[in-house]
């Protein structure tokens, strides 16, 4: 197979990735999850728990919402791991050759957006800094420029290099301790307050009646449900256990590490983020609490080297499922090219306000993971795609389950959409799902 040196018309996103180039183990699969897990964004949302509903109900939300997140997390990476194949190829092999592309060109779009709003958060996060430092110089239109430049330039260095090599030699070595020594110190300062303020009283605040218990856990379920059309093209990586099969006894496992590494990480920033808006002044925003705390400089400063990695995330993927797509481009030349586009989006587009546009785009793929996991789930082996081109079942309940999320976002939303759309689309995905035997027919007959 090809590597991503290489511009060949082979597609390595629908082609099951062979053994000599799985290399990940449990630490790198933990490591690479835990860094991706952590974010500005994340504690932003976070912060939003509180006061809509009270602290006991937030803590509740947080766990099992980043439990619950995290486990169709590692069930996905899962999957990636035991067939080899990308995100793409996984809704392939459940759409349909011809009726994935359009999943997988949404997914694309979705990544591109989002790589767009990481680079405005890390200039913003950067022009911060800068103006608690050097003055108000860098919070310019021509500081923003430069600030998005150096970022955008970054990126795509790192874009020129092996994904594999940049997860096991530096986010495993260096990225990490780094991350959890700045988690550590902030937790440390901003605990301190709460205890100086009073731990009873804060652990006692009711909620104002804003949002609900479920909607509450839709808001902690959506950053991992975020990643869902991401993690199979790092866990296609992860070598197999030695019964060939994943699941948490096998320490080398995608599933295991994936799980342990992104709920930590969830959990840990939602509750800081929590733990800032409750001692921060009125009116104050997180990145700025986050400065005003001692040592929260230099913090704020490795959480902002962290958040690239997000921003690699996305475009890397992207770049997986426009090969995918587009296979005489290898999946490095997308990467860069995807990349040059966000960098040049980042500079004229206003991102905060296509921010209810990304979480609109996003909410399509709630029910295309519930589907994908109810027909692929239950460990059987995954066909490479090329077998059918539509599997007219799977479609109709991915489209129902869109108009579902939507429903229930407007006229209940007491009861959250992420948690029901993923349940009823899965549950429908694995009822009617095809039996092993009829699965085997179609494919020698495609092969006939």
């Not at 949302?45 to 947080?62: E, F, K, M, N, S």
């Not at 486990?71 to 190829?89: D, F, H, K, M, V």
């Not at 090599?165 to 988690?183: A, I, Q």
């Not at 902002?304 to 690699?312: F, P, Q, R, T, V």
Request: with cysteine; hydrophobic share 55%; glycine share 12%.
């Amino acid at each position: 197979m090809a590597n991503d040196d290489t511009a060949t018309g082979a597609n390595e996103a629908l082609t099951p990735l062979p053994a000599s180039q799985r290399v990940f183990g449990w630490h790198d699969h933990a490591s690479l999850w835990f860094s991706l897990g952590v974010g500005l964004l994340v504690m932003q949302i976070g912060a939003y728990l509180v006061p809509a509903v009270g602290t006991r109900d937030a803590a509740i939300a947080i766990v099992l919402g980043s439990c619950v997140g995290a486990g169709l997390l590692a069930w996905t990476a899962r999957l990636g791991c035991e067939s080899g194949l990308a995100s793409a190829g996984l809704m392939h092999a459940t759409y349909g050759s011809a009726f994935a592309r359009l999943p997988v060109l949404l997914n694309i779009v979705q990544l591109v957006g989002w790589t767009t709003f990481e680079l405005v958060v890390m200039r913003e996060g950067t022009q911060a800094i800068g103006q608690s430092v050097v003055g108000p110089s860098l919070g310019t239109a021509w500081g923003g420029v430069l600030t998005t430049l150096l970022w955008g330039a970054v990126l795509l260095a790192l874009l020129a290099g092996s994904m594999v090599k940049l997860v096991r030699r530096f986010v495993s070595r260096f990225g990490l301790p780094l991350v959890v020594l700045s988690l550590i110190w902030l937790t440390w300062q901003f605990a301190t307050r709460l205890q100086a303020k009073g731990l009873d009283a804060f652990w006692a605040r009711p909620g104002d009646g804003t949002m609900g218990m479920f909607g509450a856990l839709d808001l902690v379920i959506a950053m991992p449900v975020s990643w869902l059309p991401l993690v199979a093209d790092y866990a296609r990586h992860g070598r197999r256990s030695a019964t060939g099969k994943g699941g948490l006894g096998s320490l080398g496992s995608a599933f295991s590490g994936t799980w342990i590494g992104y709920a930590l990480a969830n959990i840990w920033c939602y509750a800081l983020g929590v733990m800032v808006v409750s001692v921060a002044e009125p009116g104050t925003g997180l990145v700025t609490a986050l400065l005003l705390a001692q040592g929260g400089l230099v913090a704020l400063g490795l959480i902002l080297i962290d958040e690239l990695d997000n921003a690699y995330g996305d475009v890397y993927s992207g770049s997986v499922s426009t090969h995918s797509l587009l296979p005489r481009w290898s999946v490095k030349r997308w990467g860069l090219l995807l990349a040059a586009l966000c960098i040049a989006l980042a500079l004229v587009l206003p991102m905060h306000t296509l921010e209810p546009f990304l979480l609109l785009l996003s909410s399509v793929f709630v029910p295309l993971y519930g589907v994908i996991i109810g027909r692929l789930g239950g460990g059987q082996s995954v066909s490479p795609a090329g077998t059918r081109q539509l599997d007219f079942g799977a479609a109709l309940i991915w489209i129902a389950g869109i108009a579902a999320y939507h429903a229930l976002a407007r006229w209940a939303p007491q009861f959250g959409s992420a948690l029901p759309t993923l349940a009823a689309t899965f549950v429908l995905a694995w009822l009617s799902r095809p039996s092993p035997a009829n699965g085997a027919s179609a494919l020698a007959q495609s092969r006939g």
